[in-house]
């Protein structure tokens, strides 16, 4: 089956620094990216999608400045959460499509939760 | 704009009774409905999904879902609760009419199935 990674699962970093986060398609091209906020006990959230080659569409309310994706290749979109900060703290989970193949379902990463100190 | 609701937080079941995890939709179009599952810490699995074709759809793990358009529901079930079934549940939707590949997820329902 599909399976999509993200690297690292878990990283604690200072304020006012930089994190990147990996997502990759494993087995599949994944021509659009999904990526997702989940806070505690809550639902994802959809902060971004990204088509391989394109410049990603952010949802309302997201800042494009501070989370910076890139899609350059069929298999690894990231995510930058730049000059981080303690309410950046989240589940960070993205998930992945093909959508040449015609199918409607989306694979998701196992997420990367960070923490921000 | 497309939405979907999960009304209950919370779902207790014994094992061995069927459970039932509710969830309605609204869209504009024609709907692509899926249930996932959330294990600590985890991403998000695949149970199932509905696109087109009988209402009745069967999933993984003994789970089955039927779809509604008259009720705009998508309500997960399964005959026989299992104690690992225990959870949390999505249920999504993405509106086919858009032509676009936005999934929105619910609230989630979180399961407890009690031995």
């Known amino acids: 089956g599909a399976v999509v990674s993200q690297h690292p699962s878990w990283v604690i970093c200072k304020s006012g620094t930089s994190v990147k986060i990996e997502c990759r398609s494993l087995d599949f091209q994944a021509t659009t990216m999904f990526w997702y906020r989940q806070f505690p006990k809550q639902s994802l959230m959809l902060m971004a999608t990204?088509?391989?080659?394109?410049?990603?569409?952010?949802e309302q309310g997201v800042e494009k400045d501070k989370f910076l994706i890139n899609h350059a290749s069929l298999t690894l979109s990231t995510l930058t959460v730049t000059s981080a900060h303690p309410e950046d703290s989240s589940f960070y989970i993205c998930s992945a499509s093909d959508r040449l193949a015609g199918t409607y379902e989306q694979y998701f990463g196992p997420g990367t939760r960070l923490t921000v100190t | 704009a497309q939405s979907v609701a999960q009304p209950e937080d919370q779902v207790n079941v014994a094992e061995g009774n069927p459970l039932t995890v509710k969830c309605t939709y609204s869209v504009s179009g024609n709907p692509y409905l899926f249930w996932y599952v959330q294990y600590p810490n985890r991403g998000l699995q695949f149970l199932l999904k509905y696109i087109t074709g009988d209402n009745l759809v069967k999933g993984s793990y003994g789970f089955e879902a039927e779809f509604n358009k008259s009720q705009t529901s998508f309500h997960l079930k399964k005959p026989s609760a299992l104690v690992s079934d225990s959870a949390l549940y999505f249920c999504?939707?993405?509106?086919?009419?858009?032509?676009?590949?936005?999934?929105?997820f619910g609230a989630g329902t979180r399961l407890f199935v009690k031995a």
């Open positions: 999504a939707v993405r509106d086919a009419g858009t032509g676009g590949f936005k999934t929105i």
């Open positions: 990204s088509n391989e080659g394109s410049k990603a569409t952010y």
